[in-house]
C-alpha cells in the first residue's frame, strides 16, 4: 500500500514564501506523475501544480510564475516552492501520486491534506 505523508503548511504573510514536501512511501515500483492541489472553503479542488516521470511540469495559471514544483525520484518526494505568496492562495494543499506498485498495480493515493494561509 502507497502512502503520501506531507509537510510544510502554516501561516505566512502575504509576499512569504513556503515550501511544501511530499514523500510517497510502500510498495512502489515507479510513479508516473505527482502534484500538489488545493481546496479553498466553498470551492473545488483544484490542480496547482503536476511535475510527470519525464521531467515535464503543468501549472495553474494562477500559480505560474510563482510556484515551482520539483521531483526527487530516488526518494520519490515531490516539492513544491510557493513565493509570492498572496491570500488567495489560502487553502488546504493536497498532494497526489499516480503509480505503479509493487505488485504491478496501477495506484493513485492522495495526501491527508496541509493547511495553508496567507494572512497578515
Known amino acids: 500500500q502507497v502512502q503520501l505523508v506531507e509537510s510544510g503548511g502554516g501561516l505566512v504573510q502575504p509576499g512569504g514564501s513556503l515550501r511544501l514536501s511530499c514523500a510517497a512511501s510502500?510498495?512502489?515500483?515507479?510513479?508516473?506523475?505527482m502534484g500538489w492541489y488545493r481546496q479553498a472553503p466553498g470551492k473545488e479542488r483544484e490542480l496547482v501544480a503536476a511535475?510527470?516521470?519525464?521531467?515535464?511540469?503543468n501549472y495553474a495559471d494562477s500559480v505560474k510564475g510563482r510556484f515551482t514544483i520539483s521531483r526527487d525520484n530516488a526518494n520519490n518526494t515531490v516539492y513544491l516552492q510557493m513565493n509570492c505568496l498572496k491570500p488567495e492562495d489560502t487553502a488546504v494543499y493536497y498532494c497526489?501520486?499516480?503509480?505503479?506498485?509493487?505488485?504491478?498495480?496501477?495506484?493513485?493515493?492522495w495526501g491527508q491534506g496541509t493547511q495553508v494561509t496567507v494572512s497578515s
Open positions: 497526489n501520486a499516480d503509480g505503479i506498485s509493487g505488485s504491478r498495480y496501477r495506484f493513485g493515493v
Open positions: 510502500g510498495s512502489i515500483f515507479s510513479i508516473n506523475a
Open positions: 511535475i510527470f516521470s519525464g521531467g515535464s511540469t
